[in-house]
């Protein structure tokens, strides 16, 4: 499974906005790129997922680099219940096209 | 209201006596899947299925089982738990996009069945 890389914990001002970086140098051509976030004792919840072109939707938006080796959640501005952990996640559209968490970031925003 | 409801939400019980831990989505969805969540260790796909009938391992399937009879249930069953079992669950579901891919979809996950074993 190609992995991601995301730094362990980042913390923002409320009302500011987030960038979350995630890097997949290893990406296929064909993976998605999924980010879900789990806030304290509930269930992991998506977010948006892409594939080449940035894509908008009510909660963030995704900026993906034009070599897909990297992509960026941005959260145009955060409120203390987006404090949670965020997880960048390739969705490959093959085999049981699972979703494989890593440790993800652990966003903190400060009142 | 889409969701994924999880049965029970907490469950202490004793080694040895099998249990089923419930998962009914209300999405018409074809995918299903569980995971558990234990610490320093992340989520860990335990079974899916692709459809009814449709059953397959995922990375830590050793003393589970799985059925998928409906499309909407994926129960989850430990014929004999141990204490290693001891973890928090997670039941997912997934559509098809154009009837081709899961992977192009939104999962939608429960709430969590918290489970200890002694």
């Known amino acids: 499974d190609a992995k991601t890389t995301q730094p362990n914990s980042m913390e923002s001002n409320e009302e500011e906005p987030v960038h979350l970086p995630c890097n997949h140098s290893?990406?296929?051509?064909?993976?998605?790129i999924h980010w879900y976030r789990q806030l304290p004792s509930q269930g992991p919840e998506y977010v948006i997922h892409?594939?080449?072109s940035n894509v908008n939707n009510r909660m963030a938006s995704l900026a993906i680099a034009e070599d897909r080796k990297s992509s960026t959640l941005i959260l145009h501005r955060a409120t203390l219940r987006d404090a949670a952990v965020y997880y960048c996640i390739l969705r490959p559209p093959f085999g049981n096209e699972k979703l494989t968490f890593g440790t993800g970031t652990r966003l903190t925003i400060i009142p | 209201e889409a969701q994924v409801t999880q049965n029970p939400r907490y469950l202490i019980t004793v080694t040895g006596k099998k249990l089923t831990v419930t998962c009914s989505q209300n999405?018409?969805?074809?995918?299903m899947s569980w995971y558990r969540q234990d610490p320093g260790l992340g989520l860990r796909q335990i079974y899916y299925?692709?459809?009814?009938?449709?059953?397959d391992k995922g990375d830590v399937p050793e003393g589970y089982k799985v059925s998928r009879k409906e499309k909407r249930n994926f129960p989850l069953i430990l014929e004999s738990p141990s204490p290693n079992q001891t973890s928090l669950y997670f039941c997912?579901?997934?559509?098809?996009?154009?009837?081709?891919?899961?992977?192009?979809?939104?999962?939608?996950f429960g709430q969590g069945t918290r489970l200890t074993v002694v």
């Open positions: 999405m018409n969805h074809e995918y």
């Open positions: 892409g594939l080449t």
């Open positions: 299925s692709m459809n009814v009938e449709v059953t």
């Open positions: 290893t990406i296929s051509g064909t993976d998605y």
């Open positions: 997912a579901s997934s559509s098809t996009h154009r009837g081709l891919r899961f992977s192009n979809t939104e999962a939608f």
